[in-house]
């Protein structure tokens, strides 16, 4: 038996049907109609809105409307428990209360009302349908039952005047009353951001996470890139979610995001996702060529990136002042098949009680507002502003995952350090010193993965850690690159087979962040992660 059994009235032009294909379009809702009902009962029934009518009342007549809950009861058969029926639509109280008293409290009776003036105009801008129509709204109501359709309003649950509404809003307010948008206070989203300067190994992370989760959420922009252990080479995601390639959860790119159509074009292909499972925002920002040539001098001043994200968020910010053209997600045409709405996705996933993994780029130490300005990304790189470039409310949240390396690390340039400043920076070939690899694997491995420039790296900052810790209020800290402490850790499999060494520094990171480190990374490796979680 379905939870809900929506059932619609109303006169004819009131509203119902598109209602009905809204709540279709919008949801995963079966939709039945009373029209098809008669249509099998009558077969020979010319099929003309004056013959249905009177076909209709005769059935009336003979079961006291009972025939419409048989035709029901027998159509809702082969659904699951868990369905959300539309029945398009009843017309007397006979087929209302036939149909309360099979489902009881299951029904939900929606009474769609206009003015008479309004349901004339509608009426004559009828669409042509699989039935002839009535030459007018006035010939419509000669049917003694539709004359009497209005009276039903008095027995409804919900009853809305739809000249008073938009077609959405008609649309939300019913999707209310039956309880489509889900529960406000449910917390099913998970928040995975860095808590240094980038680079802490958020891909890899949120990769070996992603299984686990039915949406996966990137923010950011194509200066970010996320690499991702695969074999025979690893895979580097600049805008889609770290998870795609590891599990079938949909995707969608968020309204904050910052696109480079190219890039994001070439990873839908190399991952083969179809517009039934990534969803992106209308309003994502696009990056233009103009945007990347704009910001060379921050390359060389300031150890940017490079790839357009400042300036094309800078142009969205100025809201097309002095001439500057915005271009949003939903003006491209390759993208078109993707775009739906976020604020949609997710409340069908919360309604649907499903998981989100929110994947944020960059780390807090490059936040626009937080980080050691100007030697900053071009966003708030925090629990905060994830959210806020999602559209999720904090109180969604569950789980706030911050993932910390070992040794922090900064991009390297042409001028040594203009990249932004580090606390008590070192060298590779003393990372080499103390963990036990050669200096040139070192070195190899610690290139970028958007720019390809050699990377700085420094003792970790315990400052830097706290700070985080208080902008992000980590319920969970991820620990990654523990064979830089010792390259005898990448054959740990159970914390207590790490180094004493490499135990008691989680021990410290645990105190000073205030939270317990449950995910610690050995190697680059999917299958390289110790997992203490206890969710």
Not at 514 to 529: D, K
């Amino acid at each position: 038996m379905p939870k809900r059994i929506v059932i619609l009235s109303g006169n004819v032009g009131a509203g119902k049907t598109t209602l009905a294909d809204k709540l279709v379009q919008r949801f995963d809702v079966t939709r039945l109609k009373t029209r098809e009902f008669l249509k099998k009962r009558g077969a020979r029934i010319p099929q003309e809105r004056g013959a249905l009518q009177a076909f209709g009342e005769r059935l009336d007549k003979r079961t006291k409307g009972a025939w419409v809950c048989e035709d029901l009861l027998e159509a809702v058969k082969p659904l699951t428990e868990d369905a959300v029926v539309v029945l398009d639509s009843v017309r007397m109280r006979g087929q209302v209360d036939s149909i309360r008293r099979a489902y009881g409290q299951r029904v939900v009776h929606v009474h769609l009302d206009a003015t008479i003036d309004v349901l004339r105009d509608r009426y004559s801008h009828r669409k042509p349908d699989d039935i002839r129509e009535l030459p007018s709204y006035d010939a419509v109501q000669v049917n003694r039952t539709e004359k009497k359709v209005h009276t039903l309003r008095q027995i409804a649950d919900v009853v809305i005047q739809t000249d008073r509404c938009t077609e959405q809003d008609v649309l939300i307010r019913v999707a209310s009353h039956i309880g489509l948008f889900g529960r406000d206070h449910l917390r099913l989203v998970d928040v995975l951001v860095g808590g240094q300067y980038g680079s802490e190994g958020k891909g890899q992370v949120a990769a070996y996470l992603a299984p686990e989760y039915d949406l996966l959420i990137r923010g950011g922009g194509p200066n970010a890139g996320h690499k991702v252990w695969e074999e025979p080479r690893p895979y580097a995601f600049h805008q889609l979610p770290s998870g795609t390639r590891r599990c079938e959860a949909q995707l969608m790119i968020a309204a904050g995001a910052v696109i480079n159509v190219k890039t994001l074009l070439k990873e839908i292909a190399d991952c083969q996702v179809d517009p039934e499972r990534l969803f992106i925002d209308p309003q994502a920002m696009i990056i233009t060529e103009a945007d990347i040539k704009q910001e060379k001098d921050l390359v060389a001043r300031i150890g940017s990136t490079g790839q357009g994200v400042g300036a094309a968020t800078a142009r969205r910010i100025l809201r097309g002042a002095g001439g500057k053209q915005v271009l949003l997600a939903k003006d491209f045409k390759e993208l078109r098949p993707f775009i739906r709405p976020g604020r949609e996705v997710l409340e069908d996933t919360f309604h649907k009680l499903r998981r989100v993994l929110l994947e944020g780029t960059q780390g807090t130490g490059l936040s626009l507002y937080h980080g050691y300005y100007p030697h900053v990304t071009s966003r708030d790189t925090t629990v905060a502003g994830s959210l806020a470039e999602a559209g999720i409310s904090p109180n969604r949240v569950k789980k706030v995952i911050m993932v910390c390396r070992t040794y922090p690390i900064r991009v390297q340039d042409g001028n040594r350090g203009t990249s932004g400043p580090m606390s008590q920076e070192l060298d590779w070939k003393e990372i080499a010193r103390r963990s036990g690899y050669a200096e040139t694997d070192l070195r190899g491995a610690e290139m970028t993965t958007t720019t390809h420039k050699q990377r700085r790296v420094a003792e970790f900052d315990w400052n830097l850690l706290r700070t985080a810790a208080t902008l992000n209020a980590p319920t969970d800290i991820a620990l990654t690159f523990v064979d830089y402490i010792s390259c005898d850790n990448t054959q740990a499999m159970r914390f207590e087979q790490l180094t004493p060494e490499t135990i008691q520094f989680i021990e410290e990171v645990e105190r000073v962040a205030s939270a317990p480190v449950t995910l610690v990374s050995t190697g680059f490796n999917l299958r390289s992660v110790i997992d203490r979680r206890m969710w």
